[in-house]
């Protein structure tokens, strides 16, 4: 039996998303711009596919923009509204430290060209602090930045009162929602936010579709310049075949967030349990009740993260030690040292991330073999001379 934990990486396609591609691929082969019956039905194409995601996230098609994914979105939604407001002589920005690197990276850049930013530290409940957001906010601060959803211990954000807390000093509010929406319920009014950045292959969508949610009257200068596609907002020629499967997956997903959000929380917590009894020297790292319910991050004393990794991907098991975008590095979870853990636990750690094809057995298949692997690295690291081994 393979074992796949690492939904958060990305996720297989839904049940029939697959066949929608094909046709679209085959069928709608149209340029949507075109005036011609070829060009409609790709439009049409799109405008169903529009309101599907508009509907999983309580919006009006009309504020959707497709993008390529949730890096693009997020990178359009930063510097489209921080350009937006250069103008007006607001250039501080505001995220938290544990934001995915599409956000952190597009921060490094905006900082290159004279803005200025502030990374809030969180403590090692992976919860931010409203006291320290309100800390960080200036009068020259133009956007707020922070995700919804973590991608690597699933912690859940006050994103509501956030955005209140930023509108109230006049700036603005992103959210990267790639890890909640499809698996919770998401609110764009509720959450009070003028941007809000999805994916489709993190909720069984193809790769390279995506959507930003901008609120209507938000400022928004495009970073795509060329046609008018998109209401102006996005230029080039859509990607109508991703933009049909993103559609249906949103559509399955909005079908499914009850019933499957209570499963797999379930199955979650009957994985967290069974490595915490049965494996000593264990911890999950980040508050367990506000995060989503198909992510544990799992810290394994005197024990190398990508080591084990390894050794569970050599028995059939899938997993990851954070942020798919971070792979090939040696460098510690990010995340977790900005939480505040020592260097050994942000190297010890790895995170398992179910969805819609997860079981119990593969629940019980990687509780199986799990016990056996960290005893096996932890003996070897303990020999003389097995430095080489692990990183302490």
């Not at 990486?9 to 082969?29: K, N, Q």
Request: charged letters at 20%.
């Amino acid at each position: 039996m393979r074992v796949y934990f690492d939904y958060n990486a990305t996720s297989p396609l839904a049940p029939g998303v697959a066949d929608a591609v094909d046709r679209a691929t085959r069928e709608i082969f149209g340029n949507a711009s075109s005036v011609h019956h070829f060009g409609q039905q790709a439009k049409a194409a799109m405008d169903d596919a529009r309101s599907s995601v508009a509907r999983l996230i309580s919006a009006d098609p009309s504020e959707i923009v497709f993008t390529s994914g949730g890096t693009e979105s997020d990178n359009f939604a930063i510097r489209g509204m921080a350009e937006a407001l250069e103008a007006t002589g607001r250039r501080h920005l505001v995220a938290t430290a544990i934001e995915h690197e599409a956000v952190l990276n597009t921060f490094k850049a905006l900082a290159r060209r004279g803005w200025s930013t502030t990374l809030v530290q969180l403590d090692q409940s992976g919860v931010v602090s409203l006291d320290r957001i309100r800390e960080a906010l200036t009068d020259e601060t133009a956007l707020v930045s922070v995700m919804h959803a973590n991608n690597e211990i699933g912690t859940i954000q006050p994103i509501a009162e956030i955005a209140a807390i930023a509108h109230g000093r006049g700036a603005l509010m992103h959210t990267d929602a790639v890890q909640s929406v499809g698996k919770i319920p998401v609110d764009v009014r509720a959450l009070g936010v003028d941007a809000l950045a999805l994916s489709a292959h993190k909720f069984n969508g193809p790769k390279g579709a995506g959507a930003l949610w901008i609120k209507r009257g938000t400022r928004m200068q495009p970073i795509l310049t060329g046609g008018k596609h998109e209401r102006n907002r996005r230029a080039g020629t859509e990607n109508v075949p991703a933009i049909a499967g993103l559609g249906l997956a949103a559509r399955l997903a909005l079908a499914k967030i009850p019933g499957e959000a209570g499963r797999l929380g379930a199955l979650r917590d009957r994985l967290e349990e069974e490595i915490l009894r049965q494996v000593p020297g264990t911890a999950i790292n980040g508050l367990r009740t506000a995060r989503v319910p198909n992510t544990t991050n799992i810290s394994f004393d005197r024990v190398e993260a990508e080591s084990l990794l390894i050794a569970l991907d050599l028995d059939g098991v899938a997993i990851s030690t954070g942020s798919a975008c971070s792979s090939g590095t040696l460098e510690p979870s990010h995340v977790l040292r900005a939480m505040g853990f020592p260097t050994h636990r942000t190297q010890n750690s790895l995170r398992f991330s179910l969805g819609i094809f997860s079981t119990e057995e593969e629940v019980d298949r990687v509780v199986a073999v799990l016990p056996r692997l960290v005893e096996k690295l932890r003996s070897l690291r303990s020999r003389p001379g097995a430095q080489a081994v692990g990183r302490t």
